[in-house]
């Protein structure tokens, strides 16, 4: 039986294990808030609404856009763009009998600066 050499390790030489953080990660407040985004965009209804009014001319639509290309109730494309709106994603106008909704570019900048880790790398 033979007894084989471990090799010997030193430990006093300092090893960069890690990469440096190149910006800030979210605090706790801050990922609660993206959670409650998150959870409203994964809903492939909301996902379309936001795109719909994204899309149209002028960056704003009319509720009576939005209902026509869903088989879903009036009142269940109220309920999502209340959930939209509620996470800060949409806003929205009452102009006599019809609400407008516009999507707020701030909240599309603050999702696009999380994903964008090419920004990071850099």
């Known amino acids: 039986m033979s007894i084989k050499k471990l090799p010997v390790i030193d430990l006093t030489t300092p090893v960069a294990c890690c990469s440096p953080l190149v910006r ?39 509720v009576c856009d939005l209902t026509g290309p869903f088989d879903v109730s009036q009142p269940t494309i109220s309920h999502h763009l209340k959930v939209l709106k ?9 102009r006599g009998t019809w609400v407008y909704y516009w999507v707020l570019p701030a909240a599309l900048e603050r999702l696009s600066a999380l994903l964008n880790t090419a920004e990071a790398r850099a």
């Open 24 to 62: 800030e990660p979210l605090d706790e407040a801050g990922a609660t808030e993206l959670a409650a985004t998150f959870k409203a965009l994964a809903d492939p209804v909301r996902l379309r609404l936001l795109s719909l009014i994204a899309s149209h001319a002028g960056g704003e639509a009319c």
């Open 86 to 94: 509620q996470v800060g994603l949409i806003d929205s106008e009452r």
